[in-house]
Nanobody
Framework: QVQLVESGGGLVQPGGSLRLSCAASGSIFNMYAMAWDRQAPGKQRELVAIITKDGSTNYGDFVRGRFTISRDNAENTVYLQMNSLKPEDTAVYYC???????????WGQGTQVTVSS
């Protein structure tokens, strides 16, 4: 499976912005989908954003309009631009790759995002 390394997390005040990066060990050009998931303490892991091979994107209901996922195939990197951050966005954010519609998935180790005053 592909290795994924997230970076860019940290502490930010409500209303602030962060840009997360996910560097893949190999090419993501032919990967069916790259995604960001998150998991807050005591909560189930949930989809944040996903971008498919053809460039289509989808977002979790609670981040739509605030977050943007993008992909740089030349750099084998996927990004998550997070704006207008809220305390409830506090979670560990995981990068995910998916080989096909119902295929194998890989996650990185995650990066902590804390939104607090």
């Amino acid at each position: 499976q592909v290795q994924l390394v997230e970076s860019g997390g940290g502490l930010v005040q409500p209303g602030g912005s962060l840009r997360l990066s996910c560097a893949a060990s190999g090419s993501i050009f032919n990967m069916y989908a790259m995604a960001w998931d998150r998991q807050a303490p005591g909560k189930q892991r949930e989809l944040v954003a996903i971008i498919t091979k053809d460039g289509s994107t989808n977002y979790g209901d609670f981040v739509r309009g605030r977050f943007t996922i993008s992909r740089d195939n030349a750099e084998n990197t996927v990004y998550l631009q997070m704006n207008s951050l809220k305390p409830e966005d506090t979670a560990v954010y995981y990068c995910r790759s998916q080989t096909s519609v119902f295929g194998l998935t890989s996650w990185g180790q995650g990066t902590q995002v804390t939104v607090s005053s």
